[in-house]
């Protein structure tokens, strides 16, 4: 015998027993965006690496370290999806769909970055992405966190979660900013570790965002970001805590929040919770004006967040129990005539009741081992066909959860039956 394959480290099976909560999620993401005016759009999981070195940055740690990147057979370098704004954006170019228009996106699948598994953080994981495009102003920032509050509530998760917010400026105050930091913690590289000290010759807003609790009295007594805003940012920012204090939307502002990717300007937000050990973040994003402009594109506004499904689903799985799906009703039968009544009674229950699920005992054995298989699927009844309901052109109905007595019911009687013991699913 072979040796058994495992997946790749870091890319996870999701079971059976663990759908629930991921099914639930879906449903509640999917319902909620729609009823905001946004529209899905499904982007390739591969694309072109030069997209990602145009848009995060080819010094962020996501391209220079965790990106799954290789050459296929006619030479182009192609990466593995590490984040969902660039495909967005390229399809949006691509497509038409962005220059003088106004667009509500929203996407869900999984992404890819070589990182150290643990928990709450895989290689392969999956985020759900809202982006908008085309308008300027604060108004459609508090429009998306609010719909991203709104998620948190419709998923019972809100008193878990806390939103923190910052404004990263424009580009121009930005790098008049990054200036005065380089020479803040060139003054104090003694005090840094090594990933700061590669940092502060980069991206050296990212540390600011270190977890390093070394670190923090340093980047204390570093010069805030908020104090160096460019006269338009502040009042973008001053417009929308108004906005957001209005909608009752409760945040918290966080100097320190940057980011990871070099295309943000203005506002950024976190969604954060303390329930998760070190993986605080849940939901994280903000605004991209210049990106669409950076991929080829005409100037044109952006802003957007992504949700990490992983985490979430953590958050979830905390908060309340998520049982394996079970079937409605288990079909036990006899011999080759009695399945085959079976199947055909089987087919008729799915088309009058779609909202139940009914399994067919496929494997054979004697009633005894096909009653046991029942009850061990979790069934709330069982319906038998054996020799004697052949001959009566019957059904045996067995409620398997509840101490009634079974029943017999004549075929034409079966689904008012079921009905009745499954709360009236007509």
């Not at 102003?137 to 609010?146: H, L, Q, R, S, T």
């Not at 699927?377 to 059904?395: D, F, H, M, Q, R």
Request: proline share 4%; charged share 25%.
């Amino acid at each position: 015998m072979g040796k058994i394959i495992q997946a790749v480290r870091g890319m996870n099976d999701t079971l059976p027993q663990e759908i629930a909560s991921w099914q639930f999620l879906e449903k509640t993401l999917r319902h909620v965006l729609q009823s905001y005016g946004y529209h899905e759009i499904r982007t390739p999981i591969i694309e072109k690496t030069e997209l990602f070195k145009r848009s995060i940055g080819e010094a962020t740690d996501i391209v220079e370290k965790e990106m799954y990147t290789f050459s296929d057979r006619n030479g182009d370098s192609l990466t593995l999806r590490p984040e969902g704004t660039a495909g967005c954006v390229r399809a949006g170019l691509e497509q038409g769909l962005l220059y003088h228009q106004t667009q509500r996106f929203w996407y869900l699948g999984p992404y890819f970055r070589h990182e150290r598994p643990q928990k709450g953080r895989y290689r392969q994981f999956h985020q759900c992405g809202v982006e908008a495009f085309g308008m300027l102003g604060p108004e459609i920032d508090a429009e998306v966190i609010m719909l991203s509050a709104h998620l948190f509530e419709k998923l019972g998760l809100a008193p878990y979660v806390t939103l923190e917010l910052n404004s990263l400026g424009s580009p121009d105050s930005r790098a008049a900013y990054r200036k005065q930091l380089v020479d803040y913690f060139t003054q104090h590289q003694d005090q840094l570790d090594d990933d700061s000290r590669r940092r502060l010759l980069t991206n050296p807003l990212r540390i600011l965002d270190s977890k390093n609790p070394e670190l923090h009295k340093v980047i204390e007594q570093a010069p805030k970001l908020h104090e160096h805003l460019d006269e338009a940012s502040a009042e973008h920012f001053k417009q929308l805590q108004y906005f957001l204090t209005e909608a009752g939307i409760a945040f918290q502002l966080n100097p320190r929040l940057v980011r990871g990717l070099d295309y943000y300007t203005k506002t950024v937000f976190e969604w954060t919770t303390t329930a998760l050990g070190a993986q605080g973040a849940v939901c994280s994003g903000g605004r991209y004006d210049g990106l669409i402009e950076q991929l080829g594109g005409q100037s044109t506004a952006g802003l957007g967040f992504g949700l990490g499904m992983e985490r979430t689903i953590l958050l979830l799985q905390q908060v309340k129990e998520w049982p394996a799906p079970t079937p409605d009703v288990y079909f036990i039968s006899g011999d080759a005539s009695a399945f085959a009544k079976a199947l055909r009674l089987s087919k008729q229950l799915k088309n009058h009741f779609p909202d139940l699920s009914f399994v067919l005992h496929c494997a054979g054995g004697s009633l005894k081992n096909q009653f046991k298989k029942a009850n061990q699927s979790g069934a709330t009844l069982a319906l038998i066909i054996a020799e004697e309901e052949l001959k009566a052109n019957a059904v045996t109905v067995k409620p398997l959860r509840e101490d009634i007595p079974q029943e017999r019911v004549q075929e034409h009687d079966l689904m008012t039956t079921v009905s009745r013991l499954l709360g009236n699913h007509d």
